[in-house]
T-cell receptor, first 113, second 114 residues
């Protein structure tokens, strides 16, 4: 069975500082990996995804994540955060050919002015 | 396109009452699912459907029923509400393709059971 671990439930970061949100997964088969973002009082939106090919994937708002198969990780990074990045971030995994997503418990990113 | 819509946005029930949470999508997506979101637990899959007439259980199905009579609609029924069902409920949809799909989420329904 799949599982996703997000070790940090809350991450406070100063504005314009870098951030890394950690995600580790376990699965017995090949996987697709996702990061979703939830802004306050909203539903989830896809931030970025890894399906195949280059292990480094980027979003349009400056986030990137790197798939590391040997460490079964998909950490999310941003070199300089903004107040508008305040949100909860969820890592998720699905098996090839299976639409079912398994989510991590989420990391709440708080930006300190 | 409206995307994924959910009604109501908020609901308060008494223990033992029943209700239906509505979910609709206008993107002709075959896959639809219901999640509940609880603090510190992320999103957990309740039920899902891979097409009209086909439904299956997710991780936490007890106390909930679903049906999928059309591609567009996927209602979630609480048969006899319990305080443990106090949560935020999200509906999501995605197309069925061989590649990993983005799931599109509705805005959520915040349910309180007293």
């Amino acid at each position: 069975a799949q599982s996703v671990t997000q070790l940090d439930s809350q991450v406070p970061v100063f504005e314009e500082a870098p951030v890394e949100l950690r995600c580790n997964y376990s699965s017995s088969v090949s996987v697709y990996l996702f990061w979703y973002v939830q802004y306050p009082n909203q539903g989830l939106q896809l931030l970025l995804k890894y399906l195949s090919g280059s292990t480094l994937v980027e979003s349009i708002n400056g986030f990137e994540a790197e798939f590391n198969k040997s460490q079964t990780s998909f950490h999310l990074r941003k070199p300089s955060v903004h107040i508008s990045d305040t949100a909860e971030y969820f890592c998720a995994v699905s098996d090839f050919g299976n639409e079912k997503l398994t989510f991590g418990t989420g990391t709440r990113l708080t930006i300190i002015p | 396109n409206a995307g994924v819509t959910q009604t109501p946005k908020f609901q308060v029930l008494k223990t033992g009452q029943s209700m239906t949470l509505q979910c609709a999508q206008d993107m002709n997506h075959e896959y639809m699912s219901w999640y509940r979101q609880d603090p510190g637990m992320g999103l957990r899959l309740i039920h899902y459907s891979v097409g009209a007439g086909i439904t299956d259980q997710g991780e936490v199905p007890n106390g909930y029923n679903v049906s999928r009579s059309t591609t567009e609609d996927f209602p979630l029924r609480l048969l006899s509400a319990a305080p443990s069902q106090t949560s935020v409920y999200f509906c999501a949809s995605s197309p069925r393709t061989p590649l990993g799909n983005e799931q599109f989420f509705g805005p959520g329904t915040r349910l309180t059971v007293l």
